[in-house]
């Protein structure tokens, strides 16, 4: 059974992984997506979404550089993927149908 702390991360990837997908350029500052998160009733603290953002890297999801003290974090294809529900990654939720 997945733990609470669990099931709320994996939501978190996945809209984090979407806002990614919904960016021109497919890539947000770590200071504009804590933002955008909060709007869309996910705020979290920063040291959270540096875990969370950090968990996508290692999942070769996104990239990450370093940016005046934060991060820019990018999509790569396999994110996008995740994002649109074309790929199934462990830890990740996936998005609802006609979402």
Known sequence: ??????????????????????????????????DLLASYGQGVSADVLRAQITWLQEQGLVELTAVAGAYLVRARQRGIDVARGLARVPGIARPRPGA
Do not use: C, K, N
């Open 1 to 34: 059974m997945i733990d609470f702390a669990e099931h709320e991360h994996a939501w978190l990837r996945l809209t984090v992984l979407q806002f990614l997908d919904a960016d021109p350029g497919y890539d947000i500052h770590e200071y504009r997506l804590s």
